[in-house]
């Protein structure tokens, strides 16, 4: 089992920046690699950024420029640095556990309880 801790979310105003954390506990060792995602009313729960063991990160298109993943280890938590924020990043982010395998991540059973970011002026 692992648990998922997320924070950071708020309302800030477009252009703003914002830095989410997700901090893991439980059997973390069986960690292979980490992802947030995003979910905005009505739409479907889609794939932001993952980061392998090894500390690489991948992004989505949209978010690609704007927003950097990052892990401390020694907590363990991993990071969201949100930077250029758009009123279309509104959404509640949530972090997940799972497994990355040729530059893909696949969503693992155990995710955080999501964090509301909110971009409007």
């Known amino acids: 089992q692992v648990r998922l801790v997320e924070s950071g979310g708020g309302l800030v105003q477009p252009g703003g920046s914002l830095t989410l954390s997700c901090a893991a506990s439980?059997?973390?060792?069986?960690?292979?690699?980490m992802g947030w995602y995003r979910q905005a009313p009505g739409q479907e729960r889609d794939l932001v950024a993952f980061?392998?063991?090894?500390?690489?990160?991948n992004y989505a298109d949209s978010v690609k420029g704007r927003f950097t993943m990052f892990r401390d280890n020694a907590n363990p938590t991993v990071y969201l640095q949100m930077n250029s924020l758009k009123p279309e990043d509104t959404a509640v982010y949530y972090c997940?556990?799972?497994?990355?395998?040729?530059?893909?991540?696949?969503?693992?059973?155990?995710w955080g309880q999501g964090t509301q970011v909110t971009v409007s002026s």
């Open positions: 980061i392998t063991s090894d500390g690489s990160a």
């Open positions: 997940n556990s799972g497994v990355a395998s040729s530059g893909s991540y696949h969503f693992g059973d155990f």
């Open positions: 439980g059997s973390i060792d069986s960690i292979n690699a």
